[in-house]
């Protein structure tokens, strides 16, 4: 979606869409508008509540069976085990996908590890998708004037221009661009405390050849998990944002991290959009 700053302004209904690396801060940005007039999307929780929910679940589920103690009341429907996701906490999604690597370490066999990256895509695919109806549902039945998508690090992977064209035909589509002096601290704290994560196919059979090669493994079950991760966040983050400025350039705008930091107030926000639309028309 494209238009012209004063177009913005007078848009009575905005809905749009935040892109950015993780660490950019959107999820901040998004809660420092009030609740009251922003219905906030969180592409990770639909995610998790909807389209993964019964992977997750059947995944936990998997490893309480091999506790005997456990296993009893399962089968006896003592217990029942459910998902606790929050728009702060998305650990489920964050385990369910996991990290590749040697099992007894807590790693996933490169199979199984594929395997939940794509249904990751595929659920990703479905909740970007689902924003068009959520727009409707927020105004019709909530009464929100207004709607903020916080989108996932990975929609810049995904290759599905339909779900990029859903997004810029119904929301603006906003890019939280990471200076220089913030790439370093980010990548230096995914190092740090690795994370699971999602990635192209075709990106991580290259990255993983190249892991491997380096490293002198064999095998990926040999990989220690949180070592693969932490030395391929660099590369990743390298890989994503030529990704998501050609997004931005093509449907949407771009600001800086610097800027939506500064962000304290919902008449900043506007106004730090209506800049970035005017620089850029």
């Given amino acids: 979606m494209k238009m ?9 209904s905005k809905s749009i869409t935040l892109l950015a690396m993780s660490g950019a801060g959107k999820t901040t940005l998004a809660k420092k508008l009030p609740r009251s007039r ?7 929780y639909r995610i998790g509540t909807k389209y993964l ?8 589920k998997r490893q309480a069976m091999d506790v005997p103690f456990l296993r009893k009341l399962l089968l006896n429907d003592s217990i029942y085990i459910r998902n606790n996701i929050t728009f702060d906490n998305l650990d489920p999604v964050s385990c369910f996908l996991g990290k590749l690597g040697n099992p007894d370490l807590g790693g996933l066999p490169l199979d199984e590890f594929k395997r939940r990256q794509n ?17 409707e549902k927020a105004e019709q039945i909530y009464g929100y004037t207004n709607f903020i998508n916080d989108a996932g690090g990975s929609v810049c992977e995904l290759d599905d221009p339909g779900v990029l064209e859903t997004l810029a035909e119904h929301t603006l589509i906003i890019y939280i661009k990471i200076p220089p002096s913030l790439e370093k601290t980010i990548i230096a704290r995914a190092k740090s405390d690795p994370k699971p994560l999602y990635y192209r196919e075709a990106f991580l059979d290259e990255q993983l050849t190249l892991y491997m090669a380096e490293r002198g493994y064999r095998d990926s079950n040999q990989i220690p998990p949180d070592d693969f991760v932490s030395w391929v966040f660099p590369h990743l983050f390298k890989s994503r944002l030529p990704r998501y400025q050609a997004i931005a350039d093509q449907f949407g705008y771009t600001v800086s991290a610097e800027d939506t930091a500064n962000v304290t107030s919902e008449d900043d926000f506007i106004h730090l959009i209506a800049d970035a639309i005017a620089k850029q028309s």
């Fill in 4 to 12: 012209s700053p004063q177009d913005f302004l007078d848009w009575k």
């Fill in 38 to 44: 922003w219905f906030h999307y969180s592409g990770d």
């Fill in 53 to 60: 929910d019964e992977p997750i679940l059947d995944n936990v």
């Fill in 119 to 135: 249904l990751h895509r595929q659920a990703e695919i479905a909740a970007m998708n689902d924003v068009p109806a959520f727009i």
